[in-house]
């Protein structure tokens, strides 16, 4: 008699079920899908559904308290309170998208053009549309204003990626700022920042031409 052979051990596939609420025309619709998750972009989706709620309270709040001639002012000053806090959350969330979905790589630098021709390959179904547009905007028009991404720099894309992963976002606002950095070292002269000059020289290399085209 024939011995069976073990069973194969499943490796672990982070790709799960999805679902997210669209607006159309005719109303609301639920869409489902199968993506890359992690377990950090699980947390990062609770924090984003208590700030949503927290602001929420706040309008309905100021909707009590306020006449009608006052609640823009009122939902401007709200909005711009929680504002911030939610773009940190979604610079985030997008930055373990894309590593969770492998268009982007640990340690390898993220092409913007490259990025976009994936997401628009893979996500040619109607209810991946939503979500390239999702990702789209963050990767193309991140701004970059200090590649050394100090506590003090905006918490970005581009900031998430590279403090994270150790992947350099190539977009057009990387490209003009390597541009930038490359003419003020320029203006010294006499070689006193050569080594500096290079590197951003090298940097300009590794850009793709469609890669300066997206801010």
């Not at 581009?158 to 977009?171: E, Q, S, T, V």
């Not at 070292?185 to 940097?203: I, R, V």
Request: aromatic share 14%.
């Amino acid at each position: 008699m024939k011995k069976q052979g073990k069973k194969a051990i499943k490796s672990y596939n982070p790709r799960r079920y999805c679902s997210m609420n669209v607006m159309y025309d005719y109303g609301e619709k639920t869409l489902h899908y199968k993506d890359g998750s992690t377990k950090r972009m699980e947390v990062l989706a609770e924090e984003s559904g208590k700030i949503a709620t927290d602001m929420c309270n706040e309008f309905y709040f100021a909707k009590t308290k306020h006449n009608p001639d006052e609640l823009n002012g009122q939902w401007k000053i709200i909005f711009d309170k929680y504002a911030p806090v939610m773009d940190v959350n979604h610079a985030e969330y997008v930055a373990e998208y894309l590593i969770a979905n492998n268009i982007a790589r640990r340690g390898e630098p993220l092409h913007c053009s490259t990025a976009l021709q994936k997401m628009k390959k893979f996500y040619r179904k109607d209810t991946k549309r939503h979500l390239m547009l999702f990702c789209q905007r963050d990767i193309t028009e991140c701004k970059i204003t200090d590649l050394s991404f100090g506590k003090n720099s905006e918490h970005n894309l581009a900031y998430f990626l590279h403090h994270k992963y150790g992947i350099l976002l190539l977009n057009g606002n990387t490209y003009d700022y390597c541009q930038k950095k490359i003419a003020e070292y320029s203006a010294y002269g006499n070689g006193w920042y050569e080594k500096e000059l290079q590197h951003y020289k090298n940097l300009l290399k590794k850009f793709y031409v469609a890669d300066t085209k997206t801010r």
